[in-house]
């Protein structure tokens, strides 16, 4: 998969759904530090949430999305910050204008609202490789004086510190998904496979105009007129 080395501030999470699916970030300066940390959450802080199980149970929680574990994190009853326990058993969480479907062991965040077939995206920061002459374990990345991972309080942006000179890789994700909530890479193949009765309308389409797999704009411009068929 290529990578691109550009500036952290162009690498935000917020900007990047229309951008290429990874890119690659040294961040070794403060502000790049508190860029990465800013985006390490899909929230600033935790917020109220619904969480629908495959059995239709559904309750309310305070909660947020974290890149680097690839997993949403909730406060329980007693205040202690923990993923939750058994994705597998999530049919979609609900925050805010937003909706994620648990698939393929990560979040999907649904970002078209057609009627048959949407888009969707899978974002993740992961780690790549340690500063020099480190021990070659994984950065020290600190919420609140605690690993991250393992932290028993709310976890916000502003309290999060990450070792410098780290390299952090940005990865966006993209998946479709029909009524049947069945996700396939957003790929020509996958496409051309799911829908052959259309495969000679997408082809005319996709030379009329541009279509980049990773970028979620021309993505909505395709699915908009597949949906239309």
């Known amino acids: 998969m290529r990578l691109f080395s550009i500036s952290l501030v162009l690498l935000f999470f917020y900007c990047q759904l229309c951008a290429q699916n990874s890119s690659q970030a040294n961040v070794g300066s403060d502000e790049n530090l508190k860029e990465l940390a800013h985006n390490i959450f899909e929230y600033p802080s935790f917020v109220e949430g619904i969480i629908i199980l495959k059995d239709s149970s559904k309750y309310v929680a305070k909660l947020n999305y974290n890149r680097i574990l690839g997993k949403f994190l909730v406060i329980d009853r007693i205040g202690n910050t923990r993923p939750f326990a058994d994705p597998d058993k999530i049919d979609k969480i609900i925050v805010k204008a937003d909706t994620f479907y648990y698939s393929k062991n990560g979040f999907m965040q649904k970002l078209t609202h057609f009627v048959n077939i949407n888009l969707y995206v899978n974002q993740t920061i992961s780690y790549v490789e340690k500063p020099k002459g480190g ?47 069945t996700f396939y890479e957003a790929e020509k193949k996958n496409l051309y496979d799911r829908y052959p009765m259309f495969k000679d309308k997408l082809k005319s389409f996709m030379r009329e105009h541009t279509v980049n797999f990773n970028n979620a704009a021309q993505m909505e411009k395709l699915l908009e007129y597949l949906n239309g068929l």
């Open 135 to 181: 021990d070659g374990s994984t950065p020290v990345i600190i919420s609140n004086g605690s690993k991250l991972a393992y932290s028993f309080e709310e976890s916000k942006s502003e309290n999060i510190s990450i070792e410098k000179n780290s390299v952090f890789r940005f990865i966006n994700e993209y998946f479709i998904a029909d009524k049947s909530m």
